[in-house]
């Protein structure tokens, strides 16, 4: 789920540390003792406990109390952590760590240890760490309460702000932004059954540890511990912070029990509505969506796949056949501010996510969900890759890929991109006058598309599918935008999606990544779509 917190601006409160001295030497140790990288424990630790752990049989954490699940929003804002007393400040380390409470969505606390060369040391509770807009609600905080999750910071976009720049918090939620972003989608450790009758499941995060780095390291790894009702997994996540922000991620996967959809590398965000879309009554901006598109590499083709997101009235699944795929990600490709024109939400600097594997996965699928939403404050698209060979209970599976958090180059595709789609009747004037027709435009830009004459003789290639009928199709340069725009007039077959896919060539060379798009039966673009 997207939150958006209150632009509220307090001034930190200093305590004096009320606990006994050997609390203190510990908390001491891990705030401004050695920053020397251990050597002493590695993914293999890991790996050992998550394999231990799926040897037994699955205890669900214990929640926290009542009354802080029941927080509303505000109240649990409410409580801050001090930046001043974050991980490594006073060592004015580039990397720093803020802790986050439980409460609310955060319905568990995790372990959090930091790694430096005297060991490994578990990071105290500390209240007086937080700032509490209520203090009946701090007088109930149980002094041994933990911690949810933790955030980084580093100084991303400039020399002398430390900034958020990676969350981890909430099951096997993380979210990350490069440079100039605000946040926006979130990436998950796993993804299991997501989308199926059965019910997902949600594996968590139990315990962290933070491998100290140098004060000026422009990197830093950590490691993670995932528990769940039908797996165990041990991660290994070095984070590069910057233009995009780059975690390099592995992963060792224990199943515990049958699963029936395993997703690797899965990938959270919200659609709402956007230009291929009709916009839902009163809503005065143009779009509102953190990601508009599913990008996809095949290996096996080398061919780049986009699909434009929709919300749709009744959950879609849709399967992506690949074989050693390259790379997958959710987009925000449209990114000015006149295309949301929301100073609040900042739509326009949410980042796109693109996940890279490293080695050969073989053949499995990339998979999106859509399920239907009726606010901006659900996430609503889930991406994620699953293998067509499933891993056996007790048959470990290993995996690394790189995740990168950026703008919508994030991706370094070479081919030209569509930059838009517009989706309108196709019965009507501007649209055509064909009865249950669909009006489609792509705008396409970039790539080899960038060096071509206007007057090049540029075609599209169009498929319908699904039954579906091609009325017409032709291309056009717009000057005004400097893209090239393929216009269709298409009619799906009856009581069937409207389902296409497009590219654009020239003397038969490939210009573009193919473009597919599938519009529901049941819709808002026609009179009787909805």
Known sequence: MIFFARRVRRTPRFKPLRDGAIRAIALLVILVGPCVPAHAFDLRDVVAKAKALAARSYQAPTPIPKFLRELSFDEYQGIRFNPDRSLWRTAHARFQVMLVPPGLYYTNVVRINVVDGTGVHRIPFQKDDFDFSSQELEKRIPADLGYAGFKLTYPLNGPKVQ????????????RGVGKGNAFGLSARGVAVDTGLPSGEEFPSFIEYWLVRPSADAHAMTFYALLNGKSLTGAYRFTVYPGSPTMLQVKVVLFPRAPIQLPGIAPLTSMFFYGANTARPPGEWRPQVHDSDGLLIHNGGTGEWLWRPLLNPKQLQMYYFNTENVRGFGLLQRETGFSDYQDPGARYDERPSAWVAPQGDWGKGQVILLELPASAETNDNMVAFWSPSEKADVGKPMTLSYDLSFGDDGVAKEPMGYAAATFVGNGNIIGGGSTHGAYRVIVDFAGGPLATL?????????????????????YVEYVRPTRRWRLSILAKPAPGQPLSLRAFLQEDKKTLTETWTYHLPVHNDIVPGGG
């Open 453 to 473: 004459a206007p007057t090049a003789p540029v075609v599209g290639q169009v498929t319908a599918l699904d039954g579906g009928k091609l009325m017409e199709h």
């Open 163 to 174: 900034n958020q720049f990676l969350v981890f918090a909430g099951a096997s939620y993380f």
